[in-house]
């Protein structure tokens, strides 16, 4: 039923070919908890340039898939300040509930986690789409049939006999490529994909990164990957973002990102890879664990618990992302030294950012 995926065909919808920028402004998303609201997002300011494709890493719980449902007004939280801009929407949370309705799949595709899950097991692939449609208010019905065998196609299956299947007939990779066709069939500019690999094999995992690299590229997308897995997000990322207890702590192109992260969180996440090479002893586990909503301090850097460079001021004073100073590595400071980092944020040139006391950065 799978087969190698051709040359993906750019949508025939001249609405698809204009790419759209995400721009997240101080974005606050708090959860209802018995000691009062507790942020799941705190303050979270981040830009989806068009046409590239944003990786955001971190460990489960740091806030990624909240972060990203906030981006359709999906949230099951509150939103308590901020806002989410998108070029040719404006923002999302000002929008009025049939707009809304509208914008979800026809502007931005989302393509969930567990994607065995968001296909009805009653319906077949076929009457699901046209349910989608429907739901939509889309009136040419056929012509959506027709761009969707065209994605199917585009994706590696068999557009007739897949249109007639149900969810356990497919195996997990081709369902999530259905979840991808879903995502992209209303001619959506903007695609969300929460762990696109989870639970697939590593053939299946393969297959599924090329296909959301070539339907990226063919259809001009703004595309954001969320993933705790640092070999999709160096794969697939032209840009990353490091989130841990709601917040961005590192922000830059992955290449750098990756290859000389200045955040002792995103140092402690290259540490813990497995090696295929070398001496196994040398992937070292983080210590302890995330904190939950109960758990997240009150006040200073969130992962000063977890963290080998803690000072006495990361204790009272949450660090503010800044452009790192120099290519040095990270050490710490003495103790009772005063914040390394300080002000606003800023990108300057290659648009880097940290959020951590530890990190020598630019001062007002």
């Known amino acids: 039923m799978a087969r190698p995926a051709p040359a993906v065909t750019p949508p025939a919808s001249p ?7 995400v721009r997240v402004r101080d974005l606050t998303v708090a959860f209802a908890t018995a000691s009062g609201e507790r942020p799941a997002v705190s303050h979270v300011s981040l830009d989806l340039p068009p046409g590239q494709i944003t990786g955001l890493l ?7 898939s909240t972060l990203a449902l906030a981006l359709l007004n999906a949230t099951p939280g509150r939103v308590t300040s901020g806002s989410v801009e998108i070029d040719g929407v404006g923002d999302v949370f000002a929008l009025p509930a049939a707009e809304l309705r509208r914008v979800r799949g026809a502007e931005i595709g989302y393509v969930f986690q567990a994607s065995q899950n968001s296909l009805n097991p009653l319906k ?14 889309e009136r040419d019905l056929r012509g959506l049939l027709r761009r969707a065998r065209g994605l199917l196609e585009d994706v590696g299956l068999d557009s007739a006999r897949v249109l007639s299947c149900y969810q356990h007939e497919l195996s997990g990779g081709m369902r999530q490529r259905v979840g991808i066709v879903f995502a992209l069939v209303l001619n959506a500019h903007v695609l969300i994909l929460d762990e696109p690999t ?9 297959s599924v990164l090329q296909i959301i690299r070539k339907v990226h590229a063919a259809r001009r997308l703004t595309t954001l990957v969320i993933s705790h897995d640092v070999g999709v997000i160096g794969e ?11 917040r961005i702590v590192e922000e830059g192109p992955t290449g750098a990102l990756l290859v000389g992260p200045r955040h002792p969180y995103t140092r402690a996440l290259l540490a813990a890879l497995p090696r295929i090479t070398g001496d196994p002893e040398l992937a070292r586990p ?6 939950d909503l109960m758990s997240i301090p009150a006040a200073g850097c969130m992962f000063r618990a977890r963290c080998p460079l803690a ?13 790192p100073a120099g290519a040095g590595p990270v050490t710490a400071e003495p ?21 951590c006391h530890a990190v020598p950065g630019e001062r007002p």
Do not use: F, I, W
């Open 15 to 21: 609405n698809a070919n204009v790419p759209a920028a």
């Open 58 to 64: 971190g460990e489960s719980g740091s806030g990624k």
């Open 124 to 137: 077949p692939v076929g009457k699901q789409l046209l349910d989608l449609g429907r739901s939509h208010g």
């Open 198 to 206: 989870t639970a697939l094999d590593m053939l299946s995992q393969a």
């Open 236 to 246: 697939l990322a032209d840009r990353t973002a490091v989130m841990y207890a709601g």
């Open 286 to 291: 983080l210590t302890g664990r995330p904190p």
């Open 311 to 323: 000072m006495p001021v990361c204790a009272s004073t949450e660090p503010v992302t800044a452009e």
């Open 335 to 355: 103790a009772g030294a005063g914040p390394a980092s300080a002000g606003s944020a800023a990108t300057g040139p290659g648009g880097y950012r940290v959020a």
